[in-house]
């Protein structure tokens, strides 16, 4: 057993709406399955993430509403928080951008940048709608890109040559608000000088070997390109500017993403000053030993491979420039950044505002939460883009948590209880019964080593590929044969036992809430799989309630090796683990799509 500190940074909603079931295949399911296998494995795991609250969608959803941009996020905040929580998401802390304790912490990463010498001002050109005279932000500008000449690019990106872009450069730039063509005006920013990064920035992902190749590949090319990014924005909603002219301006705030990505360590801050400990965050953030995994989907890499590395890095005095660190000390950089591909919907990419959505809270009214989290880690987008299909899910959920890793839970307790009411004592074990436990116990090794890589889809296929032997077992066995001889049958039927309880240890990570169940079934008492939950708290400096996730994880039993199972433990009937679903769920779902679209 080790005691690793691991930090799991999990990235942040955006507080524009419900979360769907494409967001969580990308940054939900995968950081909480990391996460409590490595608590399982003994190792001190702390996961943090929250709502995005600030930017520009929440304040153009607001004045479409008209009602205040908190108001909105109060709102989605409240939503999210539930869709995850429903997921069953082991978060640490789950919290938001819009308290104090974030202000202040993003305030002390820019001015720690600012003192080294990595952020300065420029006066730059700036839209604004000649209609309003309010700032026109970067995505809601769309022209011709001015690089490979794509028709639809955003004033911050194209989308088709995945270039960063300024809405200056665009040709033919119009408002997506009104059609209008923007007006651009002279506006003084702060920027952050990514340049002097390039060299900080490519040793260090020199180091980063463990890395999916597709995410270092594309992290290493955007050192091609670096330039002074933009650090603040003309917006009134968002974190102040903590200089003396800029604080109390209306019309300047920090960039969105520039504080989203601090958050992770606002968070850390947050919880540390829950537990009663404040100092405690030090502990995955400044330890040596300490590693820090970053969970996203492919959209958000820029954010998690270059511009959060480079204020960490300029913020402890480590590019170009030089500098020291400030006041809270050296900040590690991340491990590794764990990025998922998309998913999309029966051929088409999940988009709320074209419909083409499945939403997490209409799903878990429908189906279980580990269905979904099971179809996510084995079919889901690990490496490369996959399509949901209701017809896959179904087939998923029936062909393998039901009739296979269901079907072995229920035949063996069903028998062990019908004929034994107990967990059997076994009599002298045969080299069948020998090798099926080697084999079940000595997958903790395989399918952990597959786990610490993020190597999800193997694993989960591993863990099954173990489910399916103890089923095979079983059938060759035939308790149900052994009438005659109740001394062999009690034999198989406790090693048939001793492997659902590994099989379960083995999927607990994957599906937290069947494990809780069977574990019960098994005649465990108490909390194995630990459930996160929601509590309403103040803002620790201004008194705004809100709710936040959190949870004890560590009382939970759950642990990464086989755990013996005691003869003579009292059995009850079972009753099924997962639900069938029948072959009309298609149908019906199709239809709810094609209304939706
Ligand atoms: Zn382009």
Same mark, same amino acid.
């Given at each position: 057993?080790?005691?690793?500190?691991?930090?799991?940074?999990?990235?942040?909603?955006?507080?524009?709406?419900?979360?769907?079931?494409?967001?969580?295949?990308?940054?939900?399911?995968?950081?909480?399955?990391?996460?409590?296998?490595?608590?399982?494995?003994?190792?001190?795991?702390?996961?943090?993430?929250?709502? #995005?609250?600030?930017?520009?969608?929440?304040?153009?959803?607001?004045?479409?509403?008209?009602?205040?941009?908190?108001?909105?996020?109060?709102?989605?905040?409240?939503?999210?928080?539930?869709?995850?929580?429903?997921?069953?998401?082991?978060?640490?802390?789950?919290?938001?951008?819009?308290?104090?304790?974030?202000?202040?912490?993003?305030?002390?990463?820019?001015?720690?940048?600012?003192?080294?010498? $990595?952020?300065?001002?420029?006066?730059?050109?700036?839209?604004?709608?000649?209609?309003?005279?309010?700032?026109?932000?970067?995505?809601?500008?769309?022209?011709?890109?001015?690089?490979?000449?794509? #028709?639809?690019?955003?004033?911050?990106?194209?989308?088709?040559?995945?270039?960063?872009?300024?809405? =200056?450069?665009?040709?033919?730039? =119009?408002?997506?608000?009104?059609?209008?063509?923007?007006?651009?005006?002279?506006?003084?920013?702060?920027?952050?000088?990514?340049?002097?990064?390039?060299?900080?920035?490519?040793?260090?992902?020199?180091?980063?070997?463990?890395?999916?190749?597709?995410?270092?590949?594309?992290?290493?090319?955007?050192?091609?390109?670096?330039?002074?990014?933009?650090?603040?924005?003309?917006?009134?909603?968002?974190?102040?500017?903590?200089?003396?002219?800029?604080?109390?301006? #209306?019309?300047?705030?920090?960039?969105?993403?520039?504080?989203?990505?601090?958050?992770?360590?606002?968070?850390?801050?947050?919880?540390?000053?829950?537990?009663?400990?404040?100092?405690?965050?030090?502990?995955?953030?400044?330890?040596?030993?300490?590693?820090?995994?970053?969970?996203?989907?492919? @959209?958000?890499?820029?954010?998690?491979?270059?511009?959060?590395?480079?204020?960490?890095?300029? $913020?402890?005095?480590?590019?170009?420039?030089?500098?020291?660190?400030?006041?809270?000390?050296?900040?590690?950089?991340?491990?590794?950044?764990?990025?998922?591909?998309?998913?999309?919907?029966?051929?088409?990419?999940?988009?709320?505002?074209?419909?083409?959505?499945?939403?997490?809270? @209409?799903?878990?009214?429908? $189906?279980?939460?580990?269905?979904?989290? $099971?179809?996510?880690?084995?079919?889901?987008?690990?490496?490369?883009?996959?399509?949901?299909?209701?017809?896959?899910?179904?087939?998923?959920?029936?062909?393998?948590?039901?009739?296979?890793?269901?079907?072995?839970?229920?035949?063996?307790?069903?028998?062990?209880?019908?004929? =034994?009411?107990?967990?059997?004592?076994?009599? #002298?074990?045969?080299?069948?019964?020998?090798?099926?436990?080697?084999?079940?116990?000595?997958?903790?090794?395989?399918?952990?080593?597959?786990?610490?890589?993020?190597?999800?889809?193997?694993?989960?296929?591993?863990?099954?590929?173990?489910?399916?032997?103890?089923?095979?077992?079983?059938?060759?066995?035939?308790?149900?044969?052994?009438?005659?001889?109740?001394?062999?049958?009690?034999?198989?039927?406790?090693?048939?036992?001793?492997?659902?309880?590994?099989?379960?240890?083995?999927?607990?990570?994957?599906?937290?809430?069947?494990?809780?169940?069977?574990?019960?079934?098994?005649?465990?008492?108490?909390?194995?799989?630990?459930?996160?939950?929601?509590?309403?708290?103040? @803002?620790?400096?201004?008194?705004?309630?809100?709710?936040?996730?959190?949870?004890?994880?560590?009382?939970?039993?759950?642990?990464?090796?086989?755990?013996?199972?005691?003869?003579?433990?009292?059995?009850?009937?079972?009753?099924?683990?997962?639900?069938?679903? @029948?072959?009309?769920?298609?149908?019906?779902?199709?239809?709810?799509?094609?209304?939706?679209?």
């Amino acid at each position: 057993m080790s005691d690793r500190h691991i930090l799991t940074a999990v990235a942040w909603p955006y507080a524009n709406g419900p979360r769907h079931i494409g967001h969580v295949s990308g940054f939900g399911v995968p950081s909480d399955v990391f996460s409590r296998y490595q608590r399982m494995a003994g190792n001190k795991v702390l996961m943090v993430s929250g709502t #995005d609250e600030h930017g520009t969608p929440i304040t153009v959803a607001a004045d479409a509403e008209g009602v205040s941009p908190q108001e909105i996020a109060d709102r989605n905040n409240r939503i999210i928080v539930g869709d995850l929580t429903g997921l069953g998401l082991s978060y640490d802390l789950f919290t938001r951008t819009t308290t104090a304790n974030h202000a202040a912490v993003s305030q002390e990463i820019f001015l720690g940048l600012l003192k080294n010498g $990595y952020v300065f001002p420029q006066t730059t050109l700036g839209a604004i709608s000649p209609s309003t005279g309010r700032t026109l932000p970067d995505r809601y500008i769309e022209g011709t890109c001015p690089i490979c000449g794509y #028709d639809g690019a955003r004033g911050d990106q194209c989308d088709n040559c995945g270039n960063q872009l300024d809405p =200056v450069d665009l040709v033919n730039p =119009v408002s997506k608000i009104n059609g209008e063509t923007p007006r651009f005006v002279e506006s003084e920013h702060w920027f952050l000088d990514l340049p002097a990064f390039a060299k900080a920035l490519g040793d260090w992902l020199g180091t980063r070997k463990s890395w999916r190749p597709n995410v270092l590949n594309f992290s290493v090319n955007l050192l091609e390109d670096l330039k002074p990014r933009s650090y603040t924005r003309d917006i009134d909603w968002g974190i102040r500017i903590p200089l003396p002219d800029w604080r109390d301006r #209306d019309d300047k705030r920090i960039y969105v993403w520039f504080d989203a990505v601090v958050g992770y360590l606002s968070a850390s801050i947050e919880w540390a000053r829950r537990s009663g400990d404040p100092e405690a965050w030090r502990q995955w953030w400044q330890s040596p030993d300490a590693d820090a995994y970053y969970f996203m989907g492919k @959209d958000n890499i820029v954010f998690h491979a270059e511009i959060w590395p480079a204020q960490l890095l300029g $913020y402890n005095g480590a590019g170009d420039k030089g500098g020291s660190p400030g006041s809270y000390g050296a900040l590690n950089l991340p491990t590794e950044v764990v990025s998922s591909e998309f998913l999309t919907m029966e051929g088409k990419k999940f988009s709320s505002s074209r419909r083409v959505v499945i939403y997490v809270r @209409d799903f878990l009214e429908r $189906y279980d939460a580990d269905a979904l989290r $099971y179809f996510i880690a084995v079919a889901g987008p690990e490496n490369q883009d996959t399509d949901f299909t209701w017809a896959e899910f179904r087939r998923r959920n029936n062909d393998e948590l039901v009739a296979g890793w269901g079907n072995l839970v229920n035949r063996s307790i069903s028998m062990a209880a019908k004929n =034994v009411g107990a967990v059997p004592q076994p009599g #002298d074990l045969t080299d069948a019964d020998r090798d099926l436990l080697a084999t079940t116990s000595g997958a903790f090794g395989t399918v952990g080593e597959l786990l610490g890589r993020n190597r999800q889809k193997a694993a989960v296929n591993e863990a099954m590929r173990v489910v399916g032997e103890a089923n095979k077992y079983l059938s060759d066995q035939a308790p149900w044969k052994l009438k005659e001889d109740p001394a062999r049958r009690d034999s198989v039927l406790f090693t048939a036992l001793q492997a659902i309880k590994d099989c379960n240890g083995l999927l607990s990570p994957f599906l937290p809430h069947a494990a809780q169940q069977v574990h019960e079934l098994l005649g465990g008492e108490g909390t194995w799989s630990v459930a996160p939950r929601i509590e309403e708290v103040s @803002d620790l400096d201004d008194g705004r309630p809100y709710p936040v996730i959190t949870g004890d994880y560590e009382t939970g039993q759950a642990v990464w090796t086989s755990v013996p199972i005691t003869p003579g433990t009292p059995l009850q009937a079972p009753k099924p683990v997962f639900t069938k679903l @029948d072959e009309s769920i298609v149908e019906e779902e199709l239809r709810r799509f094609e209304e939706g679209s």
